[in-house]
């Protein structure tokens, strides 16, 4: 289990995290999640002992990161993909990692099997590509066979049948009874894989619940309806004290309507559907939704001007 307490990290006068506190569960996958700036690496970092706290503390089962003998037998975590020596190969890399925390040296062969790169593991590193050191990054947080699990964007460079196999591990390890804990930006794929997320903005906590919370809780539900009786369905709504707006093509949009109800109302007053269906947010739109206001670098709304590469050259010179 990991516990974060009162976690603060100020640069200067930046202040990264602010008084975080949140615990991760075990046995699920928990999204760690938050806009560029939010604090995500930092906390990650913090928790590792990799950037030391203005205040606050991570335990880790109990204890601080520094407590822990043979760390690797505890927590094992992807920060950071291309984190080894080009020149050493992925078995040796694993190898001297094993050796420094008293794990079998069999280990090595094994999650090198496990990650699909026993035919490149006498290979060196440099060579690898994005997708290939992320798999040798998630061997690494394998080695000693951990009870937690930390990963930052573990898909990033990854082929579709990759990230279904990443997916798949994550789900499986929780399934276990381990503690998994991702920070991504891809909504769609932390969507098919988390089931509680932590999400936090300018440092600070903003959410702590399960998936289908966050979405219910942050995003905008109703039930959309196609029919070529629009004055009917319209009365028939009124009727029952429901309202009813009409969307870009044409359907209509009832919100937090019930579906069956509505469905019954319709074929009571004999109006024709050729659309019946509930709608509910998406990951990305309660996302957006929740840290709307937490975004530090944000984009002028308005649609920019085109600009020709000659432009660019003159706008270049005129900087430069």
């Given at each position: 289990?990991?516990?974060?307490?009162?976690?603060?990290?100020?640069?200067?006068?930046?202040?990264?995290?602010?008084?975080?506190?949140?615990?991760?569960?075990?046995?699920?996958?928990?999204?760690?999640?938050?806009?560029?700036?939010?604090?995500?690496?930092?906390?990650?970092?913090?928790?590792?002992?990799?950037?030391?706290?203005?205040?606050?503390?991570?335990?880790?089962?109990?204890?601080?990161?520094?407590?822990?003998?043979?760390?690797?037998?505890?927590?094992?975590?992807?920060?950071?993909?291309?984190?080894?020596?080009?020149?050493?190969?992925?078995?040796?890399?694993?190898?001297?990692?094993?050796?420094?925390?008293?794990?079998?040296?069999?280990?090595?062969?094994?999650?090198?099997?496990?990650?699909?790169?026993?035919?490149?593991?006498?290979?060196?590193?440099?060579?690898?590509?994005?997708?290939?050191?992320?798999?040798?990054?998630?061997?690494?947080?394998?080695?000693?066979?951990?009870?937690?699990?930390?990963?930052?964007?573990?898909?990033?460079?990854?082929?579709?049948?990759?990230?279904?196999?990443?997916?798949?591990?994550?789900?499986?390890?929780?399934?276990?009874?381990?503690?998994?804990?991702?920070?991504?930006?891809?909504?769609?794929?932390?969507?098919?894989?988390?089931?509680?997320?932590?999400?936090?903005?300018?440092?600070?906590?903003?959410?702590?619940?399960?998936?289908?919370?966050?979405?219910?809780?942050?995003?905008?539900?109703?039930?959309?309806?196609?029919?070529?009786?629009?004055?009917?369905?319209?009365?028939?709504?009124?009727?029952?004290?429901?309202?009813?707006?009409?969307?870009?093509?044409?359907?209509?949009?009832?919100?937090?309507?019930?579906?069956?109800?509505?469905?019954?109302?319709?074929?009571?007053?004999?109006?024709?559907?050729?659309?019946?269906?509930?709608?509910?947010?998406?990951?990305?739109?309660?996302?957006?939704?929740?840290?709307?206001?937490?975004?530090?670098?944000?984009?002028?709304?308005?649609?920019?001007?085109?600009?020709?590469?000659?432009?660019?050259?003159?706008?270049?010179?005129?900087e430069g």
């Amino acid at each position: 289990m990991i516990e974060v307490q009162d976690l603060t990290k100020r640069y200067g006068d930046k202040l990264a995290v602010d008084h975080l506190s949140f615990t991760v569960p075990q046995g699920v996958v928990t999204g760690f999640l938050g806009p560029n700036g939010a604090g995500k690496s930092t906390t990650m970092r913090m928790m590792l002992d990799l950037d030391r706290p203005t205040s606050g503390q991570v335990r880790i089962d109990g204890k601080k990161y520094g407590q822990l003998r043979q760390p690797l037998k505890y927590i094992g975590a992807l920060l950071e993909a291309k984190a080894v020596h080009p020149g050493r190969t992925a078995h040796n890399h694993l190898l001297w990692l094993a050796a420094s925390n008293r794990i079998p040296a069999r280990r090595v062969d094994e999650v090198l099997a496990l990650v699909g790169l026993g035919a490149v593991a006498k290979k060196r590193s440099g060579g690898f590509s994005l997708g290939m050191g992320q798999r040798l990054g998630i061997a690494a947080a394998l080695l000693g066979d951990p009870e937690i699990l930390m990963f930052d964007e573990p898909v990033n460079g990854l082929d579709p049948e990759g990230i279904l196999w990443v997916r798949t591990l994550m789900k499986s390890l929780a399934a276990e009874g381990r503690t998994v804990f991702v920070s991504s930006h891809l909504m769609s794929e932390m969507a098919l894989t988390a089931e509680h997320l932590i999400v936090i903005g300018r440092g600070r906590l903003l959410a702590d619940m399960a998936m289908n919370r966050f979405i219910d809780e942050n995003s905008r539900s109703f039930v959309r309806l196609r029919t070529p009786q629009p004055e009917q369905l319209l009365d028939a709504l009124s009727g029952a004290g429901m309202t009813a707006g009409r969307d870009g093509d044409g359907a209509f949009e009832v919100e937090d309507g019930d579906m069956t109800r509505i469905g019954d109302l319709a074929a009571a007053h004999g109006v024709t559907l050729h659309e019946l269906s509930p709608q509910r947010a998406s990951l990305e739109e309660a996302f957006m939704r929740m840290t709307a206001e937490s975004v530090e670098y944000q984009t002028d709304s308005a649609t920019p001007p085109e600009t020709t590469p000659q432009q660019w050259g003159a706008d270049w010179k005129k900087e430069g």
